[in-house]
Protein backbone atom coordinates (compact mmCIF):
# COMPACT_ATOMS: atom_id res chain seq x y z
CA UNK A 1 0.00 0.00 0.00
CA UNK A 2 1.60 3.40 -0.75
CA UNK A 3 1.62 6.47 1.23
CA UNK A 4 -1.37 7.91 -0.61
CA UNK A 5 -3.94 5.06 -0.21
CA UNK A 6 -2.73 5.00 3.23
CA UNK A 7 -3.41 8.42 4.26
CA UNK A 8 -6.99 8.17 2.54
CA UNK A 9 -7.32 5.06 4.36
CA UNK A 10 -7.62 6.90 7.39
CA UNK A 11 -9.37 9.58 6.01
CA UNK A 12 -12.27 7.24 5.43
CA UNK A 13 -11.96 5.77 9.20
CA UNK A 14 -12.12 9.67 10.13
CA UNK A 15 -14.76 10.77 8.66
CA UNK A 16 -16.66 6.99 9.91
CA UNK A 17 -16.14 8.45 12.90
CA UNK A 18 -16.99 11.92 12.95
CA UNK A 19 -20.28 10.39 10.91
CA UNK A 20 -20.94 7.73 14.34
CA UNK A 21 -20.45 10.31 16.83
CA UNK A 22 -23.02 13.06 14.67
CA UNK A 23 -25.52 10.42 15.26
CA UNK A 24 -25.96 11.44 18.46
CA UNK A 25 -24.95 14.66 18.59
CA UNK A 26 -25.55 17.77 16.88
CA UNK A 27 -25.29 20.89 16.44
CA UNK A 28 -27.46 23.93 17.83
CA UNK A 29 -27.41 27.40 16.82
CA UNK A 30 -28.43 30.01 20.20
CA UNK A 31 -29.31 33.21 19.16
CA UNK A 32 -28.81 35.77 22.36
CA UNK A 33 -27.38 39.16 23.60
CA UNK A 34 -25.69 38.01 26.61
CA UNK A 35 -22.58 39.20 26.08
CA UNK A 36 -21.36 41.51 29.78
CA UNK A 37 -19.18 39.84 32.07
CA UNK A 38 -22.36 38.51 34.06
CA UNK A 39 -24.43 37.44 31.06
CA UNK A 40 -20.94 36.18 29.36
CA UNK A 41 -20.86 33.49 32.54
CA UNK A 42 -24.35 32.89 32.86
CA UNK A 43 -24.60 31.94 29.20
CA UNK A 44 -21.16 29.72 29.59
CA UNK A 45 -22.98 27.54 31.70
CA UNK A 46 -25.88 26.66 29.47
CA UNK A 47 -23.17 26.44 26.85
CA UNK A 48 -20.93 24.08 28.74
CA UNK A 49 -24.19 21.96 29.90
CA UNK A 50 -24.94 21.18 26.30
CA UNK A 51 -21.30 20.61 24.99
CA UNK A 52 -21.91 17.82 28.27
CA UNK A 53 -24.44 16.30 26.44
CA UNK A 54 -21.41 15.83 23.00
CA UNK A 55 -23.36 18.58 21.61
CA UNK A 56 -21.80 21.43 19.46
CA UNK A 57 -22.98 24.61 20.49
CA UNK A 58 -22.71 27.87 17.81
CA UNK A 59 -22.78 31.08 19.40
CA UNK A 60 -25.12 33.60 17.80
CA UNK A 61 -24.85 36.20 20.08
CA UNK A 62 -26.28 39.65 19.28
CA UNK A 63 -24.87 42.35 21.61
CA UNK A 64 -26.56 45.30 23.18
CA UNK A 65 -28.76 45.10 26.41
CA UNK A 66 -32.16 44.86 26.73
CA UNK A 67 -32.31 42.49 23.04
CA UNK A 68 -33.34 45.14 20.90
CA UNK A 69 -30.58 44.48 18.19
CA UNK A 70 -31.37 40.81 18.76
CA UNK A 71 -34.19 40.91 17.97
CA UNK A 72 -33.82 42.85 14.84
CA UNK A 73 -31.06 40.62 13.77
CA UNK A 74 -33.87 37.33 14.72
CA UNK A 75 -36.60 39.26 12.19
CA UNK A 76 -33.94 39.16 9.31
CA UNK A 77 -32.93 35.45 9.64
CA UNK A 78 -36.48 33.93 10.00
CA UNK A 79 -37.53 36.07 7.51
CA UNK A 80 -34.33 34.65 4.84
CA UNK A 81 -35.37 31.54 5.65
CA UNK A 82 -32.44 30.82 7.96
CA UNK A 83 -33.44 30.79 11.68
CA UNK A 84 -31.13 29.86 14.37
CA UNK A 85 -31.98 26.54 16.36
CA UNK A 86 -32.75 28.61 19.53
CA UNK A 87 -33.30 32.15 20.34
CA UNK A 88 -34.07 33.90 23.27
CA UNK A 89 -37.68 35.47 23.13
CA UNK A 90 -39.79 36.80 25.64
CA UNK A 91 -42.88 37.72 27.05
CA UNK A 92 -46.04 38.18 24.47
CA UNK A 93 -43.34 38.39 21.27
CA UNK A 94 -43.21 33.93 22.11
CA UNK A 95 -46.92 34.30 21.11
CA UNK A 96 -46.44 36.40 18.27
CA UNK A 97 -43.54 34.16 16.64
CA UNK A 98 -45.79 31.37 17.55
CA UNK A 99 -48.49 32.91 15.72
CA UNK A 100 -46.01 33.05 12.78
CA UNK A 101 -45.73 29.19 12.68
CA UNK A 102 -41.96 28.96 13.11
CA UNK A 103 -42.03 27.82 16.72
CA UNK A 104 -41.44 23.76 17.78
CA UNK A 105 -44.11 22.51 20.30
CA UNK A 106 -42.16 21.40 22.97
CA UNK A 107 -44.68 19.33 24.62
CA UNK A 108 -42.84 16.40 24.55
CA UNK A 109 -40.28 17.38 26.38
CA UNK A 110 -42.37 19.38 29.14
CA UNK A 111 -44.60 16.44 29.57
CA UNK A 112 -42.13 13.64 30.17
CA UNK A 113 -40.29 16.57 32.44
CA UNK A 114 -43.61 17.62 34.30
CA UNK A 115 -43.18 21.18 33.58
CA UNK A 116 -46.68 22.03 34.58
CA UNK A 117 -45.85 20.97 38.36
CA UNK A 118 -42.38 23.09 38.36
CA UNK A 119 -43.47 26.02 37.38
CA UNK A 120 -45.49 29.20 38.76
CA UNK A 121 -48.47 29.15 36.32
CA UNK A 122 -47.80 32.65 35.88
CA UNK A 123 -44.79 31.66 33.90
CA UNK A 124 -46.04 28.22 32.09
CA UNK A 125 -48.70 30.62 30.84
CA UNK A 126 -46.06 33.20 29.01
CA UNK A 127 -44.51 29.63 27.70
CA UNK A 128 -47.49 28.36 26.17
CA UNK A 129 -49.44 29.49 22.99
CA UNK A 130 -53.10 27.70 22.52
CA UNK A 131 -52.19 25.61 25.90
CA UNK A 132 -48.44 24.20 24.24
CA UNK A 133 -45.45 24.90 25.21
CA UNK A 134 -43.47 26.78 22.86
CA UNK A 135 -40.34 27.94 25.08
CA UNK A 136 -38.28 26.65 28.06
CA UNK A 137 -38.21 29.12 30.82
CA UNK A 138 -34.45 30.04 32.08
CA UNK A 139 -35.12 32.70 35.34
CA UNK A 140 -36.61 34.97 36.75
CA UNK A 141 -35.52 38.82 36.83
CA UNK A 142 -36.72 40.94 39.57
CA UNK A 143 -36.57 44.51 37.21
CA UNK A 144 -37.42 47.30 40.65
CA UNK A 145 -33.96 46.99 41.79
CA UNK A 146 -31.86 50.34 43.11
CA UNK A 147 -28.09 49.26 43.25
CA UNK A 148 -25.76 51.45 45.49
CA UNK A 149 -22.16 51.72 46.45
CA UNK A 150 -22.22 52.45 50.37
CA UNK A 151 -18.70 53.99 50.61
CA UNK A 152 -20.28 56.55 47.87
CA UNK A 153 -23.19 57.03 50.43
CA UNK A 154 -20.99 57.41 53.66
CA UNK A 155 -18.84 59.50 51.76
CA UNK A 156 -22.01 61.84 51.14
CA UNK A 157 -23.32 61.40 54.42
CA UNK A 158 -26.72 59.81 53.22
CA UNK A 159 -28.81 57.25 53.72
CA UNK A 160 -30.37 54.98 50.34
CA UNK A 161 -33.10 56.14 49.75
CA UNK A 162 -36.81 53.88 50.34
CA UNK A 163 -39.10 56.28 48.69
CA UNK A 164 -38.74 59.20 45.95
CA UNK A 165 -38.75 62.02 48.14
CA UNK A 166 -35.12 60.51 49.57
CA UNK A 167 -34.20 59.39 46.67
CA UNK A 168 -33.98 63.32 45.23
CA UNK A 169 -32.23 64.46 49.09
CA UNK A 170 -29.51 61.37 48.81
CA UNK A 171 -28.73 62.64 45.00
CA UNK A 172 -28.52 66.06 45.84
CA UNK A 173 -25.77 65.04 49.24
CA UNK A 174 -24.01 62.73 46.04
CA UNK A 175 -23.84 65.49 43.69
CA UNK A 176 -22.65 67.99 46.47
CA UNK A 177 -19.72 65.07 46.98
CA UNK A 178 -18.58 64.78 43.63
CA UNK A 179 -19.87 61.75 42.99
CA UNK A 180 -22.69 60.81 40.19
CA UNK A 181 -25.91 60.60 42.10
CA UNK A 182 -27.77 58.11 38.99
CA UNK A 183 -25.74 55.80 36.99
CA UNK A 184 -27.50 56.11 33.64
CA UNK A 185 -26.65 54.40 30.20
CA UNK A 186 -28.28 55.29 26.43
CA UNK A 187 -30.50 53.22 25.10
CA UNK A 188 -33.82 53.79 25.37
CA UNK A 189 -34.59 50.77 27.37
CA UNK A 190 -32.71 51.88 30.04
CA UNK A 191 -34.93 54.91 30.10
CA UNK A 192 -37.63 53.00 29.91
CA UNK A 193 -36.60 50.74 32.89
CA UNK A 194 -36.16 54.04 35.03
CA UNK A 195 -39.51 55.15 33.77
CA UNK A 196 -41.27 52.15 34.88
CA UNK A 197 -39.84 51.76 38.23
CA UNK A 198 -40.84 55.61 38.78
CA UNK A 199 -44.38 54.72 37.26
CA UNK A 200 -44.29 51.56 40.22
CA UNK A 201 -42.87 53.94 43.28
CA UNK A 202 -45.15 57.00 42.45
CA UNK A 203 -47.94 55.51 40.97
CA UNK A 204 -48.21 52.01 43.22
CA UNK A 205 -49.24 48.68 41.91
CA UNK A 206 -52.60 49.13 40.97
CA UNK A 207 -51.72 52.70 38.46
CA UNK A 208 -48.79 50.30 37.19
CA UNK A 209 -51.43 47.33 36.10
CA UNK A 210 -53.76 50.06 34.55
CA UNK A 211 -51.79 52.53 32.48
CA UNK A 212 -48.63 49.98 31.25
CA UNK A 213 -50.20 46.25 30.86
CA UNK A 214 -53.83 47.35 30.22
CA UNK A 215 -52.87 50.76 28.58
CA UNK A 216 -56.34 52.06 29.76
CA UNK A 217 -56.29 55.19 28.11
CA UNK A 218 -57.78 57.07 31.07
CA UNK A 219 -54.94 56.33 33.29
CA UNK A 220 -52.71 57.02 30.94
CA UNK A 221 -53.97 60.30 30.45
CA UNK A 222 -54.43 61.05 34.42
CA UNK A 223 -52.98 63.70 37.06
CA UNK A 224 -50.84 60.50 38.33
CA UNK A 225 -49.19 59.78 35.08
CA UNK A 226 -48.25 63.74 35.04
CA UNK A 227 -46.44 63.05 38.53
CA UNK A 228 -44.82 60.05 37.22
CA UNK A 229 -43.25 61.81 34.56
CA UNK A 230 -42.31 64.82 36.41
CA UNK A 231 -40.65 62.71 38.64
CA UNK A 232 -38.86 60.43 35.73
CA UNK A 233 -37.53 64.11 34.47
CA UNK A 234 -36.13 64.70 37.89
CA UNK A 235 -34.21 61.94 37.92
CA UNK A 236 -32.33 62.86 34.55
CA UNK A 237 -30.69 66.01 36.55
CA UNK A 238 -28.33 63.28 38.47
CA UNK A 239 -27.33 61.96 35.58
CA UNK A 240 -23.96 62.57 33.84
CA UNK A 241 -23.40 64.08 30.96
CA UNK A 242 -21.63 61.35 29.29
CA UNK A 243 -24.69 59.02 29.76
CA UNK A 244 -25.97 59.45 25.90
CA UNK A 245 -25.08 55.86 24.53
CA UNK A 246 -23.30 54.43 27.58
CA UNK A 247 -24.13 50.37 28.00
CA UNK A 248 -26.00 49.43 31.07
CA UNK A 249 -22.54 47.65 32.32
CA UNK A 250 -20.57 50.44 32.30
CA UNK A 251 -23.18 52.46 34.21
CA UNK A 252 -22.73 49.42 36.62
CA UNK A 253 -19.05 49.70 36.63
CA UNK A 254 -19.76 53.56 37.89
CA UNK A 255 -21.18 52.15 41.07
CA UNK A 256 -19.18 49.11 41.22
CA UNK A 257 -15.61 51.90 41.20
CA UNK A 258 -17.92 54.41 43.83
CA UNK A 259 -17.72 56.84 40.36
CA UNK A 260 -21.63 56.97 40.99
CA UNK A 261 -24.10 56.47 44.14
CA UNK A 262 -26.66 54.10 42.52
CA UNK A 263 -28.10 52.62 39.62
CA UNK A 264 -32.17 52.23 38.56
CA UNK A 265 -31.82 48.47 37.19
CA UNK A 266 -32.74 44.82 37.19
CA UNK A 267 -30.66 42.40 38.64
CA UNK A 268 -28.87 41.24 35.98
CA UNK A 269 -26.82 44.01 37.00
CA UNK A 270 -25.88 41.90 40.29
CA UNK A 271 -23.97 39.92 37.47
CA UNK A 272 -21.95 42.80 36.84
CA UNK A 273 -21.32 43.39 40.70
CA UNK A 274 -20.34 39.45 41.39
CA UNK A 275 -18.59 38.86 38.13
CA UNK A 276 -15.86 42.13 39.42
CA UNK A 277 -15.36 39.35 42.88
CA UNK A 278 -17.78 42.17 44.41
CA UNK A 279 -20.06 41.59 47.83
CA UNK A 280 -23.78 42.09 48.57
CA UNK A 281 -23.99 43.93 51.32
CA UNK A 282 -20.60 44.80 51.65
CA UNK A 283 -18.80 46.30 48.97
CA UNK A 284 -22.27 47.34 47.17
CA UNK A 285 -26.41 47.13 48.61
CA UNK A 286 -29.49 45.54 46.67
CA UNK A 287 -32.63 47.65 47.77
CA UNK A 288 -36.00 47.44 46.35
CA UNK A 289 -36.59 50.69 43.93
CA UNK A 290 -37.62 53.69 45.88
CA UNK A 291 -41.60 53.14 46.58
CA UNK A 292 -41.91 49.71 45.56
CA UNK A 293 -40.81 47.20 48.08
CA UNK A 294 -44.18 45.90 48.44
CA UNK A 295 -44.02 44.89 44.73
CA UNK A 296 -42.41 42.98 42.17
CA UNK A 297 -41.54 43.92 38.83
CA UNK A 298 -41.04 40.13 36.71
CA UNK A 299 -39.06 39.77 33.85
CA UNK A 300 -38.55 35.71 32.72
CA UNK A 301 -35.64 34.69 29.97
CA UNK A 302 -36.44 31.61 28.01
CA UNK A 303 -35.74 29.95 24.71
CA UNK A 304 -37.69 29.23 21.81
CA UNK A 305 -36.96 26.84 19.60
CA UNK A 306 -37.23 27.03 16.01
CA UNK A 307 -38.93 24.22 13.78
CA UNK A 308 -35.94 22.04 12.06
CA UNK A 309 -36.14 19.17 10.00
CA UNK A 310 -33.08 17.75 10.61
CA UNK A 311 -33.20 14.75 12.97
CA UNK A 312 -29.67 15.23 15.12
CA UNK A 313 -30.30 18.90 15.36
CA UNK A 314 -33.62 18.20 17.03
CA UNK A 315 -32.21 15.70 19.29
CA UNK A 316 -29.82 18.49 20.59
CA UNK A 317 -32.40 21.23 20.56
CA UNK A 318 -34.71 19.12 23.31
CA UNK A 319 -31.34 18.06 24.92
CA UNK A 320 -31.34 21.75 25.38
CA UNK A 321 -34.39 22.55 26.69
CA UNK A 322 -34.17 19.24 29.23
CA UNK A 323 -30.85 21.20 29.98
CA UNK A 324 -32.23 24.20 30.84
CA UNK A 325 -34.96 23.15 33.01
CA UNK A 326 -32.58 20.79 35.28
CA UNK A 327 -32.04 21.43 38.76
CA UNK A 328 -27.99 22.13 38.13
CA UNK A 329 -28.20 24.81 35.36
CA UNK A 330 -31.13 26.32 37.04
CA UNK A 331 -28.64 27.16 40.07
CA UNK A 332 -25.51 27.80 38.15
CA UNK A 333 -27.09 30.00 35.63
CA UNK A 334 -28.77 32.43 38.14
CA UNK A 335 -25.81 32.35 40.73
CA UNK A 336 -23.88 33.70 37.73
CA UNK A 337 -26.83 35.69 36.09
CA UNK A 338 -28.26 37.82 39.12
CA UNK A 339 -31.62 36.34 38.46
CA UNK A 340 -33.41 33.07 40.87
CA UNK A 341 -34.60 29.90 39.00
CA UNK A 342 -37.89 29.80 37.44
CA UNK A 343 -38.08 26.11 38.64
CA UNK A 344 -40.12 25.77 41.79
CA UNK A 345 -39.24 24.31 45.12
CA UNK A 346 -35.23 25.42 44.42
CA UNK A 347 -32.66 25.40 47.39
CA UNK A 348 -31.66 29.07 47.59
CA UNK A 349 -28.75 27.78 50.08
CA UNK A 350 -25.91 29.23 47.75
CA UNK A 351 -27.91 32.41 46.46
CA UNK A 352 -26.76 35.67 48.54
CA UNK A 353 -29.48 37.62 50.32
CA UNK A 354 -30.99 39.76 47.41
CA UNK A 355 -31.31 36.79 45.42
CA UNK A 356 -33.05 35.28 48.79
CA UNK A 357 -34.94 38.39 49.15
CA UNK A 358 -36.03 38.39 45.33
CA UNK A 359 -37.27 34.81 45.72
CA UNK A 360 -39.74 35.70 49.10
CA UNK A 361 -40.95 38.39 47.62
CA UNK A 362 -41.73 36.52 43.98
CA UNK A 363 -43.97 34.29 46.17
CA UNK A 364 -45.60 37.01 48.26
CA UNK A 365 -46.00 39.61 45.94
CA UNK A 366 -48.20 36.71 43.63
CA UNK A 367 -50.57 36.22 46.61
CA UNK A 368 -51.06 39.70 47.06
CA UNK A 369 -51.67 41.07 43.17
CA UNK A 370 -48.40 42.96 43.15
CA UNK A 371 -46.02 40.57 41.04
CA UNK A 372 -46.20 42.77 37.73
CA UNK A 373 -45.14 42.32 34.16
CA UNK A 374 -41.82 44.60 33.35
CA UNK A 375 -43.50 46.56 30.50
CA UNK A 376 -39.48 47.50 29.46
CA UNK A 377 -38.40 44.40 29.10
CA UNK A 378 -40.70 42.51 26.96
CA UNK A 379 -43.12 40.90 29.83
CA UNK A 380 -46.67 43.07 29.65
CA UNK A 381 -47.81 44.16 26.44
CA UNK A 382 -47.04 43.42 22.58
CA UNK A 383 -43.94 44.05 20.83
CA UNK A 384 -44.94 47.08 18.81
CA UNK A 385 -47.23 48.88 21.55
CA UNK A 386 -43.73 48.39 23.37
CA UNK A 387 -41.58 49.49 21.33
CA UNK A 388 -43.53 52.57 20.42
CA UNK A 389 -43.91 53.67 24.26
CA UNK A 390 -40.59 53.17 24.48
CA UNK A 391 -39.96 55.73 22.29
CA UNK A 392 -41.95 58.29 23.18
CA UNK A 393 -40.53 58.09 26.73
CA UNK A 394 -37.39 58.23 25.32
CA UNK A 395 -38.13 60.98 23.82
CA UNK A 396 -39.49 63.03 26.49
CA UNK A 397 -36.44 62.14 28.18
CA UNK A 398 -34.38 63.39 25.94
CA UNK A 399 -36.01 66.34 25.08
CA UNK A 400 -35.54 69.93 26.68
CA UNK A 401 -38.79 71.07 25.39
CA UNK A 402 -41.55 68.42 25.85
CA UNK A 403 -43.80 69.06 28.48
CA UNK A 404 -45.18 66.20 30.75
CA UNK A 405 -48.61 66.66 29.34
CA UNK A 406 -47.48 66.64 25.80
CA UNK A 407 -45.57 63.38 26.88
CA UNK A 408 -48.44 61.95 28.02
CA UNK A 409 -49.95 62.54 24.43
CA UNK A 410 -47.68 60.52 22.89
CA UNK A 411 -47.61 57.52 25.05
CA UNK A 412 -51.46 57.40 24.49
CA UNK A 413 -51.03 57.16 20.68
CA UNK A 414 -48.58 55.16 21.03
CA UNK A 415 -50.11 52.69 22.93
CA UNK A 416 -52.72 52.08 20.50
CA UNK A 417 -50.09 50.40 18.13
CA UNK A 418 -50.60 46.88 17.13
C1 LIG B 1 -33.04 41.86 29.71
C2 LIG B 1 -32.82 40.38 29.81
C3 LIG B 1 -31.83 40.09 30.84
C4 LIG B 1 -30.63 41.02 30.81
C5 LIG B 1 -30.89 42.42 30.28
C6 LIG B 1 -29.69 43.23 29.85
O1 LIG B 1 -34.08 42.16 28.84
O2 LIG B 1 -34.02 39.74 30.14
O3 LIG B 1 -31.49 38.74 30.79
O4 LIG B 1 -29.49 40.43 30.47
O5 LIG B 1 -31.84 42.47 29.29
O6 LIG B 1 -29.10 42.73 28.69
Not at 230 to 247: I, L, Q, W
Request: proline share 3%; net charge positive; glycine share 8%.
Amino acid sequence: MNRISKNSLRAVALACATLAASAQAGEVEVLHWWTSGGEAKAVGSLKATLQAKGHTWKDFAVAGGGGDSAMTVLKSRVVSGNAPAAAQIKGPSLQEWAAEGVLANMDDVAKAEQWDSLLPKVVSDIMKYKGNYIAAPVNVHRVNWLWANPEAFKKAGTKVPTNWDEFFVAAEALKKAGIVPVAHGGQNWQDFTTFEAVALGVGGTEFYKKALVQLDPATISSPTMEKVLTTFKKVKDYTDKNAPGRDWNLATAMVIKGEAGMQIMGDWAKGEFVAAGKVPGKDFVCVAAPGTAKAYTFNIDSFALFNQRDAEKTKARKDLAVAIMSTEFQETFSLNKGSIPVRLNMKMDKFDDCAKASSADFVATAKTGALVPSIAHGMAVNSAAEGAIKDAVSQYWNSDKMSAKDAMGKIALAAKTR
